[in-house]
C-alpha cells in the first residue's frame, strides 16, 4: 500500500523507456503511475501522468494502440474527469480516447 512510492518508482521510468525508443513501455509506466496517484489521493499527479501515458500511447502504431492497455489509461483518467475537481477535462479526454482506441475504450476489460 506504498502507492507514492511505487508511482515515483514508474514515474522514474516512464522518461527513460521513451529515451529508450520503448513508447509502449513508456505508456505502460506512465498509467501505473496514474494508477498509483489513484490509489493515493493526488488527484494532481493522477492525472499529469495520465496524461503522460496518452501522450505516450499516441506514438504507437494505430493497431498496437487499439490493442494495448491505453484504453485503461483513458478509464483511469475518466475516473477523475467525473469528479468535481477535474470534471471540465471530461470531453476533451472522451474525444481524444475515442480518436487514440476508437468507440468503446470506456468499457474494455482485460
Known amino acids: 500500500?506504498?502507492?507514492?512510492?511505487?508511482?515515483?518508482g514508474y514515474e522514474d521510468a516512464g522518461p527513460r523507456a521513451a529515451d529508450a525508443g520503448d513508447p509502449m513501455l513508456a505508456m505502460e509506466n506512465w498509467r501505473m503511475a496514474a494508477?498509483?496517484?489513484?490509489?493515493?489521493?493526488?488527484?494532481?499527479?493522477?492525472?499529469?501522468?495520465?496524461?503522460?501515458?496518452?501522450?505516450?500511447?499516441?506514438k504507437l502504431d494505430a493497431e498496437l494502440r487499439r490493442n494495448s492497455t491505453l484504453a485503461f489509461a483513458?478509464?483511469?483518467?475518466l475516473r477523475l474527469a467525473s469528479k468535481r475537481s477535474h470534471a471540465s477535462r471530461k470531453d476533451e479526454l472522451i474525444k481524444r480516447m475515442n480518436a487514440l482506441v476508437g468507440p468503446g475504450w470506456e468499457e474494455r476489460r482485460s
Open 74 to 77: 483513458g478509464q483511469c483518467l
Open 1 to 8: 500500500k506504498k502507492y507514492a512510492e511505487a508511482a515515483a
Open 35 to 58: 494508477a498509483c496517484h489513484e490509489l493515493s489521493g493526488n488527484a494532481d499527479k493522477w492525472w499529469e501522468c495520465g496524461a503522460k501515458a496518452l501522450d505516450a500511447g499516441e
